[in-house]
C-alpha cells in the first residue's frame, strides 16, 4: 500500500550496493509527479548523497519510459501490443524452442540491479520452468573474481565482512583498483582516520580523484597518504613486491599465521622472488615506495600495536584476467599482516552494483542455487528442490558463465532465445561488436527494461518493467547488510514487476500448480528464505516483517548469515539476540573465530604474475584503461536521461597525457579514436598529466561509436570467468573525417522505440496470439 502524499518513506538509493539511506516523499498536489528525495542518517552515507542520488527520481518519469508490451512487427518496428499477446507469443516460441532443440537453447540473462526477490524467482524460473542451465548474470562482470578468492581462500564470500562503518578507525587502508571519490562518493568519508594518519594508499595507474585524497607533494601540505601509479595490469605484481618486504622484514604475524591460516609455506616461497626492485622493473613503481607502503601497513596492523589496517579491491584489480590470483595475493597480503577477523581490521572487495552481492546469493550465478549453494552439490539441490516441490533430479547442472554464454547464442549447440532482465549488454559487455553480432543470431531475443536502452532496441519482444520506487523488495548492500526497497509511486502505463511476468509466464508453459510463483515480494522472500537456510548466505531468521521492525526501531540492522534460530537463548550463536527471543542477531563482522572452511582455517595460495592477455606492440603501442565517471552509471541508460547529469557530461572522452598527445599529434580537444583488434571507437580528447605517458583512459557509460567496450577484450579469468574489462592494448590517433559506423546507434529518447537500425532478420508480428 502506498503511502498518502506528503509522507515521507524510508528507502534507498537505486544506484550502487552503497545503497545510501534516503527518504522519498510524494508531492501533495501533484501525485503523479516524481517524488521528492531527502538523504537520510544510514550508516553507509550518513546523510550524504551523490549526484547520481540526488537525481534519482527524474527516471520515473523520463519521456520514453516503457509503459506497454512490444512486438517487433512486419514493418521492422517495435509496436505495441496487449500483455497477453506478449505472453502468448514469448511462451509459444519458447515451448517451441525447446521442444526442437532442448530446454539447453533457451537462455537466461539476470542483473545486479534485481531485487533479492526478483534474482530468486528468475534463479527458480531459469531451473524448474525452462529447465535450463544457461542463467548467468551481469555481476559476472562485476564480482566475480573478488568472489573465487573469497570463497577459496575463506570460504565464503561477503564483499565487506565487516560493516564499512569499521573504516573509519583505520590507521591504513589500501585500496587497489577502486575509484571511491567517484564511484560512491559518501562513502569517502570512512577513509577519513587512514587519511588523518597519513595511512591512506592507493593504487591506480591514473591519478584519480581517489588517489587525489592522498595529497599533493608539490604543494607542500602534508600528505594523507600514498599513490602508486602502476604500469596497467601489474597490480599483481605490486602485491607480491609488498608481501616480499612484509616478511623480509620480519613484520608477518606469526602467531596468526600458524593459529589461523594454512599454506604459508608456499606463498612464502612464491614470494622470495619478488623484491622490490625487481617489481619496479615490472610495474615502475619505486622499490623505496614498496618498502615504505608494506611499513606503513605494518606498522598499522594490530600486531604491532596499530590502529588498524585493510586491504580493499575493486574491479580496477578484479576485472582481468588474473583477477582472482590479484585478490587471491591481497588477501595472502592481509592475512600474513593477521588482519582479516579482527575488529577494526581485515580485506575486502568493494562491491559495485547495486545488488551485486544478494543478486549472486539466490540463483542468478550459472554454478549456485539460493543461499550461496554449488549447484553440483547434491545436498544443496535435495534442500533448495524440496523448497521449490520439485525433484532435485530435474534441476539442471552448472551452465556457462556470462562470456561464455554470450558466445554461444545462435551457435549450432548454444542457446536459440535468450530473455534479458536488468543489464544493457548491447554497451555493459566486452568485445560488444561480438556480442551484437550474437544477439542478432538469435531466433527469440526478450528483453525486459524500463527504458528502450540499446540491448531493448535489439529485442523481438521488449516487456516494459517497473522500477526501484515503484517496488517492494529487499537489497543487500556491499556489506552483507539486507535493507528495505519501498514502492512509493505507482508504475506508469501497463509496466509490471518481473514476478508477474515471470508467474504468468510459467503458467503459460505449463508449470504445475504446485510449482508456485508468488507476486507478492514479501511472500517471495519468505520462500528465498527458506530455499537459503542452512547455506552461506542464510537469509532463513529474516522476513520483510523483521528488516520494518529492525529499521523503525532504529536497529543496527541486519548482516547475513542470519539464520531462523531453533534452540535455547542459551546457546553461543544467538549471542546478542533479544532477550528472551531466539532471534539470531545477525552477522555483523565474519571470521572472529573461525573463517568458513572445514578446518577453520584461512587458505593461502601461492600466485604469480603473468600480465594481461592483451599487451602493448606494434600496432597497439599503449595501454587502454576504463573506469566511471561521477555523473553517469553502468551503460548510462538511466543517466544519460537525466538532464542535470547529462549536461555535467554530455559525451565520452579520452584522457591522454599531454606528453603522449605532443609525441603522436593528438592536440587537446582533437576527435581521437581507438584502434584494437576488436574495433574502433572515437571520443575527443582531453590532455591531463593525470594518467600515465603510457596510458589512455575512456570511460565506459556510453553507446554508438563513442563505446569504449567496443575495443576492450572478452578474455577471461580462468577461475572467475571475468573478462578483461580494464586494461587491453589500442593504437590512439586523430580521428579522420569519416567516423566510425557503429553497430548499433545510441538509444534515442522517444516516447516509443523507433524503427530497427541495425538489419535485424524477419518480423515476428505473424505468430501473435489474437
Known sequence: ????????????????????????????????????????????????????????????????????????????????????????????RLAGLAAEHGPESVAVFGGGGLTNEKAYALGKFARTVLRTPNIDYNGRFCMAS????????????????????????????????????????????????????GGLVVVDPRRSATARLTGDPSTGQPAEGVHLAPVPGTDLAVLLGLLHVVLAEGLADRAYLEQRTTGFDDVARSVAG???????????????????????????????????????????????????????????????????????????????????????EHGQKADQLPGYRKIDDPAAREHVAAVWGVDPETLPGPGLPAVQLLRSLGTPTGPRAMLVHGSNLVVSAPNANRVIDRLKSLDLLVVCDFVPSETALLADVVLPVTQWAEEEGTMTSLEGRVIRRRAVVTPPGEARSELWILAELARRLGAPEDLAFPTDPAVVFDELARASAGGPADYSGLSHARLDADEAS?????????????????????????????????????????????????????????????????????????????????????????????????????????????????????????????????????????????????????????????????????????PEFKVCAVDVSVAPDEPVTPLVEPAETLATPGPDKVGRRGPIQKELST
Open 1 to 92: 500500500m502506498l503511502a498518502s502524499p506528503g509522507t515521507a518513506v524510508d528507502s534507498h538509493c537505486p544506484y550502487c550496493a552503497l545503497q545510501c539511506g534516503m527518504s522519498l516523499t510524494r508531492p501533495r498536489t501533484d501525485v503523479t509527479a516524481a517524488p521528492e528525495v531527502q538523504p537520510r542518517d544510514f550508516p553507509t552515507n550518513r546523510g550524504g548523497l551523490c549526484q547520481k542520488g540526488w537525481t534519482s527520481a527524474a527516471v520515473l518519469g523520463v519521456s520514453d519510459r516503457l509503459v506497454t508490451p512490444l512486438v517487433r512487427g512486419e514493418s521492422g518496428e517495435l509496436e505495441p501490443v496487449s500483455w497477453d499477446a506478449a505472453l502468448d507469443l514469448v511462451a509459444s
Open 554 to 722: 532504529g536497529g543496527p540492522g541486519l548482516f547475513w548469515p542470519v539464520p531462523a534460530v531453533r534452540s535455547e537463548p542459551s546457546d553461543p550463536q544467538v549471542a546478542g539476540a533479544a532477550p528472551g527471543t531466539d532471534q539470531h542477531p545477525g552477522t555483523p563482522r565474519l571470521f572472529a573465530d573461525r573463517f568458513a572452511t572445514p578446518d577453520g582455517r584461512a587458505r593461502m595460495v601461492a600466485v604469480d604474475h603473468v600480465g594481461p592477455s592483451d599487451e602493448v606492440r606494434p600496432g597497439a603501442p599503449f595501454y587502454l584503461v576504463t573506469g566511471r565517471v561521477l555523473q553517469h552509471y553502468q551503460s548510462g541508460a538511466q543517466t544519460h536521461r537525466v538532464a542535470e547529469l547529462e549536461r555535467l557530461v554530455a559525451e565520452p572522452y579520452v584522457e591522454l597525457h599531454p606528453v603522449l598527445g605532443f609525441r603522436i599529434g593528438v592536440p587537446d580537444g582533437a576527435r581521437v579514436r581507438l584502434t584494437s583488434s576488436r574495433g574502433q571507437v572515437e571520443a575527443t580528447a582531453r590532455w591531463t598529466d593525470a594518467v600515465r605517458p603510457d596510458t589512455v583512459f575512456m570511460p565506459f557509460h556510453w553507446s554508438g561509436i563513442g563505446s569504449v567496450n567496443q575495443v576492450t577484450t572478452d578474455a577471461t579469468d580462468p577461475i572467475s570467468g571475468m
Open 274 to 360: 619478488w623484491w622490490p626492485e625487481r617489481v619496479e622493473s615490472v610495474s615502475g613503481v619505486p622499490a623505496d615506495e614498496l618498502r615504505r607502503v608494506a611499513r606503513l601497513l605494518a606498522a598499522a596492523a594490530p600486531v604491532h600495536g596499530g590502529a588498524g589496517a585493510y586491504v580493499l579491491t575493486g574491479r580496477g584489480v578484479e576485472q582481468s584476467t588474473q583477477g582472482t590470483a590479484t585478490v587471491t595475493a591481497s588477501i595472502n597480503l592481509a592475512l600474513a599482516l593477521g588482519l582479516p577477523g579482527r575488529v577494526g581490521s581485515g580485506y575486502g572487495a568493494i562491491t559495485g552494483q547495486g545488488n551485486g552481492q544478494g543478486g549472486r
Open 146 to 197: 573478488a568472489a573465487a578468492g573469497m570463497n577459496r581462500s575463506f570460504g565464503v564470500d561477503r564483499g565487506l565482512p565487516f560493516p564499512l562503518a569499521d573504516l573509519g578507525g583505520a590507521q591504513a587502508v589500501l585500496l587497489l583498483g577502486s575509484n571511491l571519490a567517484e564511484t560512491m562518493p559518501p562513502a569517502v568519508q570512512h577513509l577519513a582516520g587512514a587519511r588523518a594518519a
